[in-house]
């Protein structure tokens, strides 16, 4: 095989062993962060025994998961019952592989984008999938199966009533996601996500939500829209206590539960990625190109990685601040908000946006 | 020849998900085995270009109407299904008219046989703004039409499924 054939496969799995590290890692401290918040919020302390400020609190949870007796219930669907929490994660980690972090970094003179599924033209720019965007959707709607499967297969009430419940929650949303994001797609000409971030440059004002398109309705259509999508409060009746006992990973425990847990925040984390990249201006730097560049090319490649985790990181506290703030929706206000307010919501924003780039266009 | 093997590899794909929706007893094995056609379809229309067509294939087939599918089952508890006596006459006429159909689709095929393999992957790629230039503007009056029929479907799906008050 050729030197650049070897040299795209060693980056591509250099790459993929980094950004499953980092993803699970970060899944574990997200519920370290989410204890530790919600616990302040409730005025009190949250993990403090296991290591430093309870750091070490994954650790010793990974390690119970890993080490609790896997119980499968008799009269289960044994293929799908395995296979639902497969899918789920599997789901969840697809879509981060799509995410761009950054542009081209060059290390041992080898440029590749920091990007799983980008690949750097023959000028060294970072070339990216042409239907980023779409694909994110189409797999966020195949990761329905995963939540519909287990229900089903654990035949067991509770957990088919909270596994349809969820299912119907996420179709439902899943088209209010979609139509939000059209106001960027045509304020950008291009589903690719690079592209869309490319559009955003030049600091803060120049970002989708402000001057660059005022998409503030689009925005926070897609935040409520996305918290439905991942389950999250005010949206998730279908996994409450009080309701269901646990919906529909009822019946599952130790490492398949671990799965769908560590599912739900990696979509957590997807969300994030994509509110930065369509709305936040990705991993452009809000002041522009105010700040003198400093350090080496190796700095200056991974300074748009840092504002980029930085933007995430606030998506992520505003998800456990307001997990930490609000009740949940019943299941008929939650249906009816999704159908007939944020769907014909996003609508009129289409048609807003796409006037308005009309008239201003003359 | 990479064309060529994924382009056997997921056709085989779409035939065993397509003979195994068949032979199967349990619906819900049924409807999995739908989604990985729907899939496999998706990866072809992929390697003709088409790839605003081959992401909505996933999102709205296997994704949606799929979903839908499988809501039946659960919602329905459809157990397996049993063994039942079949009629001789759909035996004896169905078995030579399926055969003849197919006949008759291999030789309208194979008369083709020149152009096999002429589009690989690459030569075409559709981009999702010539599409849409193609949809709103040459093929305007169809789209609109079938957005009326489309929204005739729903209507007739909520009369339907009205509670009778």
């Not at chain 1, 530790?36 to 400020?53: A, D, E, L, M, Y």
């Not at chain 1, 992520?316 to 944020?342: A, C, E, H, N, V």
């Not at chain 2, 729903?154 to 008050?165: E, H, K, N, T, W």
């Given at each position: 095989?050729?030197?650049?054939?070897?040299?795209?496969l060693?980056?591509?799995?250099?790459?993929?062993?980094?950004?499953?590290?980092?993803?699970?890692?970060?899944?574990?401290?997200?519920v370290?962060?989410?204890r530790?918040?919600?616990?302040?919020?409730?005025?009190?302390?949250?993990?403090?025994?296991?290591?430093?400020?309870g750091?070490?609190?994954?650790?010793?949870?990974?390690?119970?998961?890993?080490?609790?007796?896997?119980?499968?219930?008799?009269?289960?669907?044994?293929?799908?019952?395995?296979?639902?929490?497969?899918?789920?994660?599997?789901v969840?980690?697809?879509?981060?592989?799509?995410?761009?972090?950054?542009?081209?970094?060059?290390?041992?003179?080898?440029?590749?984008?920091?990007?799983?599924?980008?690949?750097?033209?023959?000028?060294?720019?970072?070339?990216?999938?042409?239907?980023?965007?779409?694909?994110?959707?189409?797999?966020?709607?195949?990761?329905?199966?995963?939540?519909?499967?287990?229900?089903?297969?654990?035949?067991?009430?509770?957990?088919?009533?909270?596994?349809?419940?969820?299912?119907?929650?996420?179709?439902?949303?899943?088209?209010a996601?979609?139509?939000?994001?059209?106001?960027?797609?045509?304020?950008?000409?291009?589903?690719?996500?690079?592209?869309?971030?490319?559009?955003?440059?030049?600091?803060?004002?120049?970002?989708?939500?402000?001057?660059?398109?005022?998409?503030?309705?689009?925005?926070?259509?897609?935040?409520?829209?996305?918290?439905?999508?991942?389950?999250?409060?005010?949206?998730?009746?279908?996994?409450?206590?009080?309701?269901?006992?646990?919906?529909y990973?009822?019946?599952?425990?130790?490492?398949?539960?671990?799965?769908?847990?560590?599912?739900?925040?990696?979509?957590?984390?997807?969300?994030?990625?994509?509110?930065?990249?369509?709305?936040?201006?990705?991993?452009?730097?809000?002041?522009g190109?105010?700040?003198?560049?400093?350090?080496?090319?190796?700095?200056?490649?991974?300074?748009?990685?840092?504002?980029?985790?930085?933007?995430?990181?606030?998506?992520?506290?505003?998800?456990?601040?307001?997990?930490?703030?609000?009740?949940?929706?019943?299941?008929?206000?939650?249906?009816?908000?999704?159908?007939?307010?944020?769907?014909?919501?996003?609508?009129?924003?289409?048609?807003?946006?796409g006037?308005?780039?009309?008239?201003?266009?003359? | 020849?990479?064309?060529?093997?994924?382009?056997?590899?997921?056709?085989?794909?779409?035939?065993?998900?397509?003979?195994?929706?068949?032979?199967?007893?349990?619906?819900?094995?049924?409807?999995?085995?739908?989604?990985?056609?729907?899939?496999?379809?998706?990866?072809?229309?992929?390697?003709?270009?088409?790839?605003?067509?081959?992401?909505?294939?996933?999102?709205?087939?296997?994704?949606?109407?799929?979903?839908?599918?499988?809501?039946?089952?659960?919602?329905?508890?459809?157990?397996?299904?049993?063994?039942?006596?079949?009629?001789?006459?759909?035996?004896?006429?169905?078995?030579?008219?399926?055969?003849?159909?197919?006949?008759?689709?291999?030789?309208?095929v194979?008369?083709?046989?020149?152009?096999?393999?002429?589009?690989?992957?690459?030569?075409?790629?559709?981009?999702?703004?010539?599409?849409?230039?193609?949809?709103f503007?040459?093929?305007?009056?169809?789209?609109?039409?079938?957005?009326?029929?489309?929204?005739?479907a729903?209507?007739?799906?909520?009369?339907?499924?009205?509670?009778?008050?």
């Open positions: 095989m050729q030197n650049d054939v070897i040299a795209f060693i980056a591509a799995i250099v790459k993929i062993a980094l950004m499953l590290f980092i993803i699970l890692t970060a899944c574990a401290y997200i370290w962060l989410e530790k918040v919600i616990g302040h919020i409730q005025n009190r302390w949250g993990p403090t025994r296991v290591g430093p400020f750091l070490l609190q994954p650790a010793a949870d990974g390690l119970k998961f890993i080490l609790k007796e896997d119980v499968i219930p008799d009269n289960v669907y044994r293929t799908l019952y395995v296979a639902a929490p497969i899918i789920s994660l599997a969840s980690l697809v879509s981060i592989c799509i995410i761009p972090f950054g542009d081209s970094i060059t290390v041992f003179g080898y440029t590749t984008p920091l990007q799983i599924t980008g690949i750097a033209n023959s000028s060294g720019m970072a070339v990216d999938i042409n239907i980023g965007l779409l694909i994110i959707l189409a797999v966020t709607s195949v990761g329905v199966y995963g939540i519909a499967l287990a229900g089903w297969s654990s035949n067991s009430k509770y957990a088919l009533l909270g596994s349809l419940r969820a299912s119907a929650q996420l179709m439902s949303y899943e088209l996601l979609g139509l939000s994001l059209v106001g960027v797609l045509m304020l950008s000409g291009s589903l690719s996500l690079r592209q869309i971030v490319e559009h955003q440059q030049g600091g803060l004002w120049h970002w989708n939500l402000f001057n660059g398109g005022w998409q503030i309705v689009a925005f926070f259509i897609y935040l409520m829209a996305a918290y439905a999508e991942t389950n999250r409060i005010p949206f998730d009746l279908p996994e409450a206590e009080t309701e269901l006992v646990a919906g990973h009822t019946e599952y425990s130790s490492m398949k539960f671990a799965m769908f847990f560590v599912a739900e925040y990696a979509n957590m984390v997807t969300v994030g990625c994509l509110a930065t990249l369509l709305f936040f201006g990705g991993w452009n730097s809000p002041f190109d105010l700040l003198p560049a400093f350090g080496g090319p190796l700095v200056q490649a991974l300074i748009p990685v840092l504002w980029f985790a930085l933007k995430v990181f606030f998506f992520i506290f505003l998800y456990i601040w307001i997990r930490g703030t609000l009740p949940r929706f019943r299941y008929d206000q939650l249906m009816s908000f999704g159908w007939k307010f944020l769907l014909p919501l996003a609508i009129a924003n289409i048609v807003i946006t006037f308005a780039m009309a008239l201003l266009h003359q | 020849m990479l064309h060529y093997i994924l382009f056997f590899l997921f056709a085989a794909i779409a035939l065993g998900g397509a003979l195994n929706l068949l032979f199967q007893r349990h619906p819900i094995n049924s409807a999995l085995s739908l989604i990985l056609v729907m899939m496999s379809l998706a990866v072809l229309y992929l390697l003709l270009g088409a790839e605003f067509v081959a992401a909505v294939q996933i999102l709205v087939y296997a994704g949606a109407i799929m979903v839908l599918f499988v809501f039946v089952i659960m919602l329905l508890n459809a157990g397996e299904e049993e063994r039942s006596r079949t009629s001789r006459v759909a035996y004896l006429a169905g078995v030579p008219g399926a055969l003849a159909v197919l006949g008759l689709l291999l030789y309208s194979f008369a083709h046989n020149s152009n096999f393999g002429s589009v690989q992957l690459g030569t075409y790629l559709v981009s999702t703004g010539a599409l849409g230039g193609l949809l503007r040459d093929f305007l009056l169809p789209f609109e039409i079938t957005s009326v029929l489309i929204l005739i729903i209507m007739g799906a909520v009369v339907l499924g009205r509670r009778d008050s």
